[in-house]
């Protein structure tokens, strides 16, 4: 017998159905995943609004913070050339044509120097004097002091301790009267980060105008208590750091101790460095945004300018940390979950039903709410794992309470949640019992039905 009469004789070859119940579920589970992206995604978006919102919040801590520190620095100086006998005495040596023109030591300069070392010692104004203790011509370095000067930028009484006046600071003297200005941020004689503050003295029962100027209260302080204000209290955010930047020119100046050991002023980066959170702090002010640190890790990023100072307040946060528990999703999910992931997400956007016959109607009214990815991660396992037990252990489990919380759609909207408590109340449904961590942590199986 031929081979065309035995095919003849056996009848037409049936297809087996195992590759296309294969290409189905491969299909299904697809679709699965793509629900799960797509609510991923969503999760992702709303996450990055909390934080948003937490960082910011911080983040104008953090400024009023270092802004407080900052104007208390003036308020010491402002204080003290608001004091009449300051403002007396400073007028009369003035019109003495300056301290060099007294003869002797006007008794004056003793008040002055006494109440500059008071007020120095009170606001923060001192610092130890570095060099050595001993017998020499070896001049100790002041780094830290309080000083009168004139309209010249001539010092006319000061604290022992304060630094030498240099041509620079006198330049901004004389480009400032009538105004309190700030020496920025910079490496002192020793190394230290210090700053300078001046406040206008005006002559004594004078209007406060430019011209009623006589002198000018400068004063020189270390910025070691500045930098803690940097620490958000109570934080628990490991990669978290507020970081105080200043554009210089073409670059970037981090003026701070950064969470990698680095001393302040010992870091400096290009202005235009691609992706700079730095950069895009100094340019967007209040703004929010991914970006890369100076470390070249990705960060949530927000930023505060300040008025006073040119500085900005740079607050960050590793993606890695914020967003951990939001990109892990997806990671465990079997084809089961998947499938079901799919079914809910048809359920939710109303294309099928997970109840027999009629179900409610969609209730709300504007644009409805969407549902949020923990409901719906734990309907689609709650589902899985009453199918796997069917599957599995032959037994029925007692979902109606989710499918029934699908139907009603309550999270939709206020109208959608007050349908379905009315259900409840008039027992047409059972409240779904939404214990989150325990079906995340799959200890627990749906109730058997008897």
């Given at each position: 017998?031929?081979?065309?009469?035995?095919?003849?004789?056996?009848?037409?070859?049936?297809?087996?159905?195992?590759?296309?119940?294969?290409?189905?579920?491969?299909?299904?589970?697809?679709?699965?995943?793509?629900?799960?992206?797509?609510?991923?995604?969503?999760?992702?978006?709303?996450?990055?609004?909390?934080?948003?919102?937490?960082?910011?919040?911080?983040?104008?801590?953090?400024?009023?913070?270092?802004?407080?520190?900052?104007?208390?620095?003036?308020?010491?100086?402002?204080?003290?050339?608001?004091?009449?006998?300051?403002?007396?005495?400073?007028?009369?040596?003035?019109?003495?044509?300056?301290?060099?023109?007294?003869?002797?030591?006007?008794?004056?300069?003793?008040?002055?120097?006494?109440?500059?070392?008071?007020?120095?010692?009170?606001?923060?104004?001192?610092?130890?004097?570095?060099?050595?203790?001993?017998?020499?011509?070896?001049?100790?370095?002041?780094?830290?002091?309080?000083?009168?000067?004139?309209?010249?930028?001539?010092?006319?009484?000061?604290?022992?301790?304060?630094?030498?006046?240099?041509?620079?600071?006198?330049?901004?003297?004389?480009?400032?009267?009538?105004?309190?200005?700030?020496?920025?941020?910079?490496?002192?004689?020793?190394?230290?980060?210090?700053?300078?503050?001046?406040?206008?003295?005006?002559?004594?029962?004078?209007?406060?105008?430019?011209?009623?100027?006589?002198?000018?209260?400068?004063?020189?302080?270390?910025?070691?208590?500045?930098?803690?204000?940097?620490?958000?209290?109570?934080?628990?955010?490991?990669?978290?750091?507020?970081?105080?930047?200043?554009?210089?020119?073409?670059?970037?100046?981090?003026?701070?101790?950064?969470?990698?050991?680095?001393?302040?002023?010992?870091?400096?980066?290009?202005?235009?460095?691609?992706?700079?959170?730095?950069?895009?702090?100094?340019?967007?002010?209040?703004?929010?945004?991914?970006?890369?640190?100076?470390?070249?890790?990705?960060?949530?990023?927000?930023?505060?300018?300040?008025?006073?100072?040119?500085?900005?307040?740079?607050?960050?946060?590793?993606?890695?940390?914020?967003?951990?528990?939001?990109?892990?999703?997806?990671?465990?999910?079997?084809?089961?979950?998947?499938?079901?992931?799919?079914?809910?997400?048809?359920?939710?956007?109303?294309?099928?039903?997970?109840?027999?016959?009629?179900?409610?109607?969609?209730?709300?009214?504007?644009?409805?709410?969407?549902?949020?990815?923990?409901?719906?991660?734990?309907?689609s396992l709650t589902l899985a794992r009453a199918e796997e037990g069917r599957d599995v252990l032959g037994q029925e489990f007692d979902v109606s309470d989710v499918e029934h919380y699908v139907a009603y759609r309550p999270w939709s909207g206020d109208q959608a949640w007050a349908r379905y408590q009315e259900a409840i109340a008039l027992g047409i449904v059972r409240a779904w019992d939404r214990d989150y961590q325990a079906w995340r942590q799959m200890a627990v199986m749906p109730k058997a039905t008897a």
């Open positions: 017998m031929t081979d065309a009469a035995i095919s003849a004789e056996r009848g037409p070859r049936r297809r087996s159905p195992v590759p296309l119940a294969a290409f189905i579920l491969i299909l299904v589970t697809a679709l699965g995943v793509v629900a799960v992206f797509r609510y991923v995604a969503a999760e992702r978006e709303r996450d990055m609004q909390d934080w948003q919102v937490r960082m910011g919040i911080i983040a104008d801590g953090r400024f009023a913070a270092v802004n407080d520190w900052l104007e208390r620095r003036f308020g010491v100086l402002t204080d003290l050339a608001r004091n009449a006998s300051l403002q007396l005495y400073l007028t009369q040596i003035e019109l003495a044509g300056g301290i060099e023109n007294a003869d002797g030591e006007m008794p004056e300069v003793g008040y002055l120097r006494n109440l500059l070392v008071a007020t120095a010692d009170s606001g923060g104004f001192t610092a130890p004097i570095h060099g050595p203790k001993i017998n020499a011509n070896v001049a100790r370095i002041g780094i830290a002091g309080i000083a009168l000067l004139d309209m010249r930028g001539r010092v006319m009484v000061a604290t022992p301790a304060m630094p030498p006046i240099d041509e620079r600071l006198v330049g901004l003297i004389r480009e400032n009267p009538g105004r309190r200005f700030i020496d920025d941020l910079r490496p002192g004689p020793d190394g230290e980060p210090v700053m300078t503050f001046a406040v206008p003295v005006y002559a004594v029962q004078s209007a406060g105008a430019a011209s009623d100027q006589v002198g000018v209260a400068v004063g020189m302080t270390l910025v070691n208590g500045l930098y803690p204000r940097l620490v958000q209290p109570g934080a628990t955010t490991a990669s978290a750091e507020a970081v105080l930047v200043r554009a210089d020119g073409a670059s970037i100046d981090y003026l701070s101790p950064l969470a990698d050991g680095t001393a302040p002023f010992t870091r400096t980066l290009a202005l235009d460095t691609p992706d700079l959170a730095a950069a895009f702090a100094i340019a967007t002010p209040g703004g929010f945004t991914v970006a890369r640190d100076y470390a070249n890790a990705e960060v949530l990023v927000t930023a505060r300018r300040f008025e006073i100072v040119p500085w900005t307040l740079m607050y960050k946060v590793s993606t890695d940390e914020a967003l951990a528990d939001t990109d892990a999703i997806g990671m465990r999910i079997t084809v089961r979950e998947a499938r079901w992931m799919w079914h809910v997400h048809q359920a939710v956007d109303g294309a099928v039903h997970l109840l027999p016959g009629p179900v409610p109607e969609p209730l709300f009214s504007g644009t409805p709410r969407p549902m949020p990815w923990e409901e719906f991660e734990v309907i």
